[in-house]
């Protein structure tokens, strides 16, 4: 008995490593979202359940058992050995399957294929629970020794990845496990001798328990992966935002399954039954009460490193969880007390509900109602079951009460308040969920917008400075080709970026961005700042792999957006596949921008994507735009045929640079891609998502040896001239800009050090080399801005220096509005034509529209 519960846990180990990192391979197609989580949990809970009820009669002999788990463990150990060659086979039909369906069948397809692949091996899991009942005969004592070790084991299954996938990669640790079970498998081959599996008592009847009893533990299984997968997507909202969320939250729900379980094998009394749907209806309403206390915490929160993160999130989640789950490892083991050695059936529906209640939490409640209501509903269904049965009149009386009750607990709560630190004034203008993320439109005191996406992503904003970054994502690789004819955006944001080619004439253009909301979220919420271009842009909901797959069409030029890539599945999108599959799209002189931002990274993921990038454009060069780098490539060497030398590019297009040169982006030159000696970002050995997360929680920061790296990597002045083929007519203007461009990323590692004196010093330096780099100009703006009282202090007056500011950087916003208060407390007539500045920068500011429309 000890031995094959033993073996039972580890084989419970297993079963959720395998379940952990099936979900990364589902990431693949669709993000680390609640897509891929409901997909990979419905078809786990799938086979679990056929599996449980094909093997819950009497079929075989249970002296038998030992021999098929131990089969059981050896298919699954090679299933595991081959799914990566598997997958990698499948994609060419994947990717052609694409050509033939529209988006959504395609993912349909996927959808269902990735059911069947992974139900098949829960299958055989779901096979071995009955065999090990039927193996133990008597279940009211075995039974939640069995389940509740076996549920231990799943714990450290569900943990084991953190680990590993970090160390090894997805498919080292997938193939480790593998071997792991393969010594489980001896275990059940050689540890249960034939002796002792002959001592066992008399075959004990497996009793069927009623129907209405079986539905009933059904829809209880419903209930509870439908809490599964909606906390799955709660906790994600503000804890670790990757796939470390589903493995946590798979631990601290297993946690309480397992000990409600070993509990009932001590202090068992049916009469619990009727009290559990009570604990669980309220405990998921204290967890809704709870989770808004514990965001605001969290955003403030200062870990010492990744492990301690993980520490304490982890205990957060098991406090906010554990009444639930508790009551929910119970149930098993009272409902087989009270129907004799029935826990093959009950564990079997369960299971399959559980799949039925994954899928219609994910892609109806969810998208419908919104992820806290959902979770409201869960908690008053379990209510419903526990009325239902004692047919109590009170208890309907009360009924509406309650509901009432779980509806005003699970209204979602506003941005405000689960983000006090950044985001306590602000107001929720805009929120959308649906199976792919939670997106929100949130805007602060000032007027100014942010696109948030899951609450802690922040993809854009109005924000002038970062309107400025963003149109330059797509103003610079249209310039940079000269005369490009098409353009395709690889997400689209709030499609500030895509304003950055209205002044490209007979320019068509395509976004595909796979987010609802994000495309609502521009269109509405954003207009005032993209309207001129993103009436013009074909807007495509799809997932770009998707779309560069299934489409014939070349463009002059692609741009790849700022994507998150510590998030498995999103940073596929900077994959050696996906860069290969860019690459098929371009003209023949066609050009593809990939944009990373620098703070996202640290030095080892950056390299990664720089060979990645390199391997498929082997004359790909970079390009820094403040603390985004550029990565540029094409069919042949993009440097041959660029529109910033050869001039092709209209009088219109140079004022839409804002006063910016086209020289002073040549300065921004930072040569050709290095070689570097790491592996590349594959779709099926990805690499930067299992580190990456570790650095927001790393001390120190990670950019000046970014910056370090990319300064010592950039080519000297003459190289830089030589390489470009730069003509002598334009040699003193790409001097200035190039030394100006240095002495500004000197002055940000000057800054990192503490050396504020000697970074004022190089700002200055930039400045009088090249006055109209933007980036300049803020740098020293920004800094007379901020030392105006000492300024003011050494006599100079307040007007001529805030003049002097905009004369410097004539888009200075703060400088505008100081001007413009001054102004209007000097009576000065010149008032209106800072309100009007100001109003252009910065067209959502509230304060000053409401001085235009008469509120001041």
């Known amino acids: 008995m000890i031995r094959l519960v033993s073996l039972y846990a580890c084989s419970g180990f297993l079963a959720l490593v395998y379940e952990v990192l099936w979900m990364r391979l589902v990431s693949i197609q669709f993000g680390v979202s609640t897509f891929a989580v409901v997909i990979t949990v419905a078809a786990f809970m799938l086979g679990l359940g ?45 990717d052609s399957a694409a050509v033939l369906f529209s988006t959504s069948l395609w993912h349909l397809l996927i959808f269902l294929a990735a059911l069947i692949l992974l139900s098949i091996p829960a299958y055989a899991m779901g096979a071995g629970f009955s065999l090990v009942l039927r193996y133990v005969g008597n279940q009211e004592k075995a039974l939640p020794w069995v389940y509740g070790l076996n549920t231990l084991g ?104 397992a000990l409600g379980s070993l509990i009932t094998a001590q202090l068992s009394r049916i009469k619990w039954l009727a009290f559990l749907p009570w604990i669980v209806a309220f405990g998921i309403t204290l967890s809704l009460v709870e989770w808004v206390p514990i965001s605001a915490y969290l955003e403030s929160a200062q870990f010492t490193d990744f492990n301690q993160a993980v520490l304490i999130q982890s205990l957060l989640m098991l406090v906010m969880t554990l009444p639930v789950t508790l009551c929910l490892g119970a149930w098993l083991p009272l409902l087989t007390k009270q129907f004799s050695n029935s826990g093959q059936w009950f564990y079997s529906v369960n299971a399959l509900g559980g799949s039925l209640g994954a899928l ?12 806290t209501a959902t979770l409201g509903l ?4 379990f209510l419903l079951l526990t009325v239902n049965r004692q047919q109590n009149r009170l208890m309907w009386v009360l009924l509406p009460v309650l509901a009432g009750l779980f509806f005003w607990v699970s209204k979602m709560p506003p941005t405000s308040r689960l983000l006090p630190q950044e985001m306590g004034h602000s107001r929720d203008l805009y929120h959308y969920e649906d199976a792919i993320a939670m997106t929100q439109v949130v805007e602060q005191p000032n007027g100014q917008r942010y696109l948030l996406t899951d609450l802690q992503r922040r993809d854009a904003s109005s924000e002038p400075t970062a309107v400025f970054t963003q149109e330059n994502q797509v103003f610079f690789p249209l310039t940079f080709h000269g005369n490009p004819r098409s353009l395709l955006m690889l997400g689209l944001g709030t499609g500030i970026s895509d304003e950055g080619s209205q002044h490209f004439k007979d320019l068509t253009r395509t976004a595909v961005e796979l987010s609802r909301g994000a495309i609502d979220g521009a269109k509405n919420w954003f207009k005032p700042l993209n309207e001129n271009s993103l009436k013009q842009t074909t807007i495509i909901q799809d997932d770009a792999r998707h779309f560069l797959s299934a489409h014939q ?57 720089l060979t990645t990038f390199k391997t498929v454009f082997p004359e790909g060069i970079m390009f820094v735009d403040g603390m985004h780098l550029a990565l540029l490539g094409g069919l042949d060497d993009p440097r041959h045929s660029q529109g910033l030398i050869t001039q092709q590019v209209s009088q219109a297009i140079n004022e839409a640079t804002l006063s910016e040169s086209l020289t002073t982006w040549l300065g921004r030159y930072w040569g050709s891609i290095p070689d570097l000696k790491t592996p590349v970002q594959d779709e099926w050995a990805p690499v930067i998502e299992f580190s990456l997360p570790r650095l927001h929680y790393t001390k120190g920061n990670a950019l000046p040896t970014l910056l370090m790296f990319m300064m010592a990597h950039r080519p000297t002045l003459e190289e830089a001239k030589k390489e470009l083929a730069i003509p002598a007519a334009m040699n003193k203007s790409f001097e ?85 208060h001054l102004q209007q407390v000097q009576q000065d007539p010149q008032a209106a034509f800072s309100l009007a500045q100001l109003i252009k920068l910065s067209p959502l500011d509230l304060e000053a529209n409401s001085a235009k429309n008469g509120g001041l």
Not at 185 to 191: P, V
Request: aromatic share 14%.
């Open 50 to 94: 056929l599996g449980a009820w094909r093997f819950s009669k009497n079929i075989t002999s249970p002296l038998k058992a030992p021999f098929y788990l131990g089969w059981i463990e050896f298919a699954l150990s090679l299933f595991a050995i081959f799914l990566p060659t598997l997958v990698r086979l499948l994609t060419p039909f994947i």
């Open 154 to 257: 799943a714990v450290l299954g569900s943990l084991w990845p953190l680990w590993a996938l970090p160390n090894f990669g997805w498919v080292a640790s997938l193939r480790i496990a593998a071997l792991f079970g393969i010594i489980v498998a001896c275990g059940f081959w050689f540890m249960l001798p034939k002796k002792q599996l002959l001592e066992q008592p008399a075959l004990t009847i497996h009793h069927r328990p009623p129907t209405v009893a079986l539905l009933q533990y059904g829809l209880l299984g419903a209930f509870s992966l439908a809490l599964e997968i909606a906390w799955t997507r709660l906790f994600g909202l503000i804890m670790l935002r990757t796939e470390y969320v589903l493995a946590l939250v798979l631990a601290t729900f297993l946690v309480g399954i």
């Open 360 to 371: 219609i939490t994910g892609f109806v409640l969810i998208p419908l109602i919104g992820t």
């Open 378 to 381: 869960i908690a008053f269904s």
């Open 553 to 609: 069409e070349h463009y002059d030029v692609i741009v790849g957006d700022l994507f998150h890539p510590d998030l498995a599945g999103v940073s596929s999108m900077l994959s050696l596949e996906q860069f290969q599959r860019v690459r098929q799209h371009l003209t023949s002189h066609g050009i593809f921008v990939q944009w990373l931002a620098l703070n996202q990274f640290d030095l080892q993921s950056l390299a990664v994507v």
């Open 736 to 820: 200035a800009s190039y030394v100006a461009t240095d002495f500004l990323v000197r002055s940000w590692l000057a800054t990192f050090s503490g050396q504020d004196k000697e970074a004022e010093h190089l700002i200055e330096l930039a400045y009088q080399a090249n006055p109209k780099d933007r980036w300049v100009q803020y740098a020293l703006s920004d800094q007379l801005f901020a030392n105006q009282k000492s300024l003011l202090s050494q006599g100079m007056d307040e007007k001529t220096l805030l003049q002097r500011i905009l004369s410097i950087n004539p888009y200075h916003v703060e400088a505008w509005r100081s001007l413009w």
